[in-house]
C-alpha cells in the first residue's frame, strides 16, 4: 500500500471514529445530570430527568421566591425521583405551604414523564410524609 493510500485510509478511519462519537455525544448533553443521592427528592424541568435540577433535602413551602434554588424549577417540574431515607412519600403541590398535590412519589421511585393522573410544570411547593400519610 502506497503511503497516500495509507493516510486516505486513516482519515476514513478518522471520520467513521467520529460519526460513532457525534450520536453519543448528543444523547448525553454535557450539562445533563440525571444523578439523585441518597436521601434527596430531585427534580427536573424537562422529562427523562433532563434540563436544570432542584434536590431538596426537605421540605420547601415556596419555589416561587427568587432567592431559592427551586425557583429554577417553580411551574416547570417535569420528572422526578424520590430517593427520600426516612419519608415514603415525596409530594408536590400547585400551590406554596403545600396546597393542592399535582405530583406524589414513592419511596425509591422514579416519574421520568407525567402519568394521565398527575400534573407537570404546576410545582410550587414540595414535602415529604410517612408511608401512612397522603400527599
Ligand atoms: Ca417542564
Same mark, same amino acid.
Given at each position: 500500500?502506497?503511503?497516500?493510500?495509507?493516510? *486516505?485510509?486513516?482519515?476514513?478511519?478518522?471520520?467513521?471514529? *467520529?460519526?460513532?462519537?457525534?450520536?453519543?455525544?448528543?444523547?448525553?448533553?454535557?450539562?445533563?445530570?440525571?444523578?439523585?443521592?441518597?436521601?434527596?427528592?430531585?427534580?427536573?424541568?424537562?422529562?427523562?430527568?433532563?434540563?436544570?435540577?432542584?434536590?431538596?433535602?426537605?421540605?420547601?413551602?415556596?419555589?416561587?421566591?427568587?432567592?431559592?434554588?427551586?425557583?429554577?424549577?417553580?411551574?416547570?417540574?417535569?420528572?422526578?425521583?424520590?430517593?427520600?431515607?426516612?419519608?415514603?412519600?415525596?409530594?408536590?403541590?400547585? *400551590?406554596?405551604?403545600?396546597?393542592?398535590?399535582?405530583?406524589?412519589?414513592?419511596?425509591?421511585?422514579?416519574?421520568?414523564?407525567?402519568?394521565?393522573?398527575?400534573?407537570?410544570?404546576?410545582?410550587?411547593?414540595?414535602?415529604? *410524609?410517612?408511608?401512612?400519610?397522603?400527599?
Amino acid at each position: 500500500m502506497s503511503h497516500r493510500l495509507k493516510s *486516505l485510509g486513516a482519515k476514513l478511519a478518522g471520520v467513521a471514529s *467520529l460519526a460513532v462519537a457525534v450520536p453519543l455525544v448528543a444523547a448525553v448533553p454535557a450539562h445533563a445530570d440525571t444523578s439523585c443521592g441518597s436521601g434527596l427528592f430531585c427534580i427536573w424541568v424537562n422529562e427523562q430527568y433532563g434540563g436544570t435540577a432542584y434536590r431538596p433535602v426537605g421540605n420547601d413551602p415556596q419555589w416561587s421566591d427568587t432567592s431559592n434554588p427551586a425557583y429554577a424549577v417553580w411551574d416547570a417540574d417535569s420528572s422526578w425521583k424520590n430517593r427520600y431515607q426516612s419519608w415514603y412519600w415525596a409530594c408536590v403541590y400547585d *400551590l406554596k405551604g403545600y396546597q393542592n398535590v399535582t405530583v406524589w412519589v414513592s419511596q425509591g421511585q422514579s416519574i421520568p414523564a407525567v402519568p394521565s393522573n398527575m400534573w407537570a410544570n404546576r410545582g410550587a411547593s414540595n414535602q415529604g *410524609l410517612y408511608s401512612g400519610d397522603t400527599c
